[in-house]
């Protein structure tokens, strides 16, 4: 098993998670996006989106952080990361997608590229724009999770699930960008209660060996 990805890829941090909550042993093969390595031809075969992360496994390649976590636990079930109810997956998978399809993607590395290289905006203008979509995503999980009596610890009772795995890194992107977490306390408490574990903790960008 090999997951290709960026230290600073929420979307590999993510996976790097949900790898460790499962143990499942892998190598690891940076792709610097910075760099434009993921433009390569050798890495648009693998992903023709030239997106990280990429997980090789047993002949398979997987694109797509959501997808490769639902692999995952498809192929590996125990720890579960999503609940055994119909309706508390769907609810599970809503959580995760406010963060994966609504706020990621207009904060993401490439869309702060375009709008500095190809519209002149600049850093404090770049910064509002993400600052901007994480807080509309932030407020409306804050309301899902806050009275909502299925919320625990995690997003999810007492274990965390595919929510926490999608919340933990875009709290570590609003960190970048400046967002006040005093304004959503019930994801500030889930994201305090995630880093105490090491499956979280160790997976954070500055720990790992491509960290610059």
């Keep these: 098993m090999i997951l290709h990805g960026y230290f600073r890829s929420s979307a590999s941090y993510r996976a790097r998670i949900a790898l460790a909550l499962k ?4 190598d690891r093969q ?4 910075r760099r434009g390595e993921q433009q390569a031809p ?3 075969k693998q992903n ?6 990429v ?8 694109a797509q952080s959501l997808a490769i976590i639902e692999y995952l636990e498809e192929r ?6 999503l609940p055994a109810a119909p309706e508390d997956r769907a609810w599970v998978r809503a959580l995760a997608q406010v963060v994966a399809c609504d706020i990621h993607p207009l904060n993401n590395l490439r869309i702060l590229q375009y709008l500095e290289r190809d519209l002149g905006v600049d850093d404090e203008a770049r910064s509002a724009w993400a600052r901007r979509w994480i807080d509309s995503g932030f407020a409306a999980m804050e309301a899902m999770l806050r009275d909502d ?3 625990g610890e995690h997003c999810f009772g007492r274990q965390p699930t595919l929510a926490d795995i ?3 890194p875009q709290v570590f992107n609003s960190q970048r960008f400046g967002v006040d977490m005093n304004r959503y306390p019930t994801l500030a408490r889930i994201h305090e209660n995630c880093m105490r574990l090491p499956a979280f903790a160790d997976q954070a960008p500055e720990r790992q060996p491509d960290a610059e």
């Design 166 to 168: 999608c919340l933990v």
């Design 76 to 81: 590996f079930p125990e720890p579960a990361l």
């Design 55 to 62: 997980l090789e496994h047993e002949g398979a390649v997987l």
């Design 149 to 151: 009596p299925r919320t």
């Design 42 to 44: 050798e890495f648009l």
């Design 23 to 26: 143990g499942l042993d892998h």
């Design 48 to 53: 023709p989106q030239g997106l990280v992360p």
């Design 30 to 33: 940076p792709v610097h996006l």
